[in-house]
């Protein structure tokens, strides 16, 4: 396993064999890399033969989500973004997903999401910088708030209250979109910028707040299902393994300006719990609550550009997604009530 310098910051935890790195591999490193997206990022570049460093600070993160990585190539670190990052390897891609990203989150912790999108953000650029790096901004569709314009397209600017509750969020990301495009255009730095529109998949945390993991929770578990407003508001929801897809294919790319990634089939909050009800085959009654503020009324990407310029289209229609989903968070109760076997 190879030593990290004693900075004081990073904390190295092999969880693979911690034996010897393969020279030749290309090497990635991934902020963010034991959250929801973050992690699966992690699983296809193993796949695809990269060594991987992980690193998260476990704030929404989780250990549970990489601990089935038993790769040599592996590894976790450790460590806060909002902090200088330093690593003796090579690298060949930056990953930086490293964000809270669920509104409940980011409204409880609504400082460390600012710094996180500016200080993790110049952090992770100044190391893809002195690295030579290839590097990729999780961006978000957050930027363009509770949009004027529908689908949104790449060039809309965006309808973002600052200092509603979710500024926090939309405008550290706007920042870090910014801060991206200058270490590009005043510093060379081979960056990119993909605009992540609502993505699920397993190991979303159960209570995290968003409405896909929160309606299948409570549609399995017979609770009431929690529809915000009237449940008009509109929402498009990608699969997961199609926004992975979308992310490798944009950072390998020479395309520098943001690049929407998501499904463009939409839905109403409506629409989803009926299909959340139909393949959970459950009982559980509608309740309606206050609809957030600023809580965006449409949602849909235009994916003109991501197809034209990456050949990528979504493979993962909803009804599979889910279902997808729904055995996943079946074997998850299953292996905790059998002790994992
Ligand atoms: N939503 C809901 N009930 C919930 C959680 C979310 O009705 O328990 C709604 C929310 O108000 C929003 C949509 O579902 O209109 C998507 O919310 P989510 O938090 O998943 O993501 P967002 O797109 O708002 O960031």
Same mark, same amino acid.
């Given at each position: 396993?190879?030593?990290?310098?004693?900075?004081?910051?990073? /904390?190295?935890?092999?969880?693979?064999?911690?034996?010897?790195? =393969?020279?030749?591999?290309?090497?990635?490193?991934?902020?963010?890399?034991?959250? @929801?997206?973050?992690?699966?990022?992690?699983?296809?570049?193993?796949?695809?033969?990269?060594?991987?460093?992980?690193?998260?600070?476990? /704030?929404?993160?989780?250990?549970?989500?990489?601990?089935?990585?038993?790769?040599?190539?592996? /590894?976790?670190? &450790?460590?806060?973004? =909002?902090?200088?990052?330093?690593?003796?390897?090579? $690298?060949?891609?930056?990953?930086? !997903?490293?964000?809270?990203?669920?509104?409940?989150?980011?409204?409880?912790?609504?400082?460390?999401?600012?710094?996180?999108?500016?200080?993790?953000?110049?952090?992770?650029?100044? @190391?893809?910088?002195?690295?030579?790096?290839?590097?990729?901004?999780?961006?978000?569709?957050?930027?363009?708030?509770?949009?004027? $314009?529908?689908?949104?397209?790449?060039?809309?600017?965006?309808?973002?209250?600052?200092?509603?509750?979710?500024?926090?969020?939309?405008?550290?990301?706007?920042?870090?979109?910014?801060?991206?495009?200058?270490?590009?255009?005043? &510093?060379?730095?081979?960056?990119?910028?993909?605009?992540? !529109?609502?993505?699920?998949?397993?190991?979303?945390?159960?209570?995290?707040?968003?409405? %896909?993991?929160?309606?299948?929770?409570?549609?399995?578990?017979?609770?009431?299902?929690?529809?915000?407003?009237?449940?008009?508001?509109?929402?498009? @929801?990608?699969? $997961?393994?199609? &926004?992975?897809?979308?992310?490798?294919?944009? %950072?390998?790319? +020479?395309?520098?300006?943001? $690049?929407? =990634?998501?499904?463009?089939?939409? !839905?109403?909050?409506?629409?989803?719990?009926?299909?959340?009800?139909?393949?959970?085959?459950?009982?559980?009654?509608?309740?309606? +609550?206050?609809?957030?503020?600023?809580?965006?009324?449409?949602?849909?990407?235009? =994916?003109?550009?991501?197809?034209?310029?990456?050949?990528?289209?979504?493979?993962?229609?909803?009804? /599979?997604?889910?279902?997808?989903?729904? +055995?996943?968070?079946?074997?998850?109760?299953?292996?905790?009530?059998?002790?994992?076997?």
């Amino acid at each position: 396993m190879p030593t990290l310098p004693n900075t004081g910051v990073a /904390e190295v935890i092999a969880l693979g064999a911690g034996t010897a790195r =393969i020279g030749s591999m290309p090497t990635s490193i991934v902020t963010g890399g034991a959250g @929801f997206l973050g992690s699966h990022l992690c699983d296809r570049l193993i796949t695809a033969g990269h060594s991987v460093f992980c690193v998260d600070n476990l /704030e929404t993160g989780s250990l549970e989500n990489i601990a089935h990585i038993k790769d040599r190539s592996f /590894e976790f670190v &450790q460590h806060d973004m =909002i902090e200088h990052l330093e690593l003796p390897d090579a $690298v060949d891609f930056v990953f930086h !997903f490293a964000s809270p990203a669920s509104p409940i989150d980011y409204l409880r912790i609504p400082l460390q999401t600012l710094k996180v999108g500016s200080y993790g953000t110049h952090n992770a650029l100044g @190391f893809a910088k002195a690295k030579r790096a290839a590097f990729l901004l999780a961006s978000t569709s957050e930027v363009y708030g509770d949009p004027q $314009v529908h689908p949104q397209p790449e060039d809309y600017w965006g309808h973002v209250n600052p200092i509603g509750p979710r500024g926090v969020y939309d405008e550290a990301k706007r920042y870090a979109e910014a801060m991206t495009m200058a270490y590009h255009r005043q &510093q060379g730095v081979n960056t990119h910028i993909v605009r992540i !529109f609502n993505t699920y998949g397993a190991r979303m945390r159960p209570h995290d707040g968003r409405a %896909i993991p929160t309606f299948l929770r409570q549609a399995m578990d017979g609770d009431p299902i929690t529809v915000f407003g009237d449940g008009s508001q509109t929402r498009s @929801f990608c699969y $997961v393994s199609d &926004q992975v897809d979308g992310c490798i294919r944009l %950072i390998e790319s +020479e395309y520098h300006l943001p $690049v929407n =990634i998501g499904n463009p089939n939409e !839905f109403t909050i409506a629409e989803l719990v009926e299909h959340v009800i139909r393949l959970t085959g459950s009982r559980s009654e509608v309740i309606h +609550e206050a609809l957030p503020q600023d809580d965006p009324l449409v949602r849909r990407p235009d =994916i003109g550009l991501a197809r034209r310029l990456l050949g990528w289209e979504p493979t993962v229609e909803l009804e /599979e997604g889910l279902t997808r989903t729904i +055995e996943s968070l079946s074997r998850t109760a299953t292996a905790t009530v059998t002790g994992g076997q």
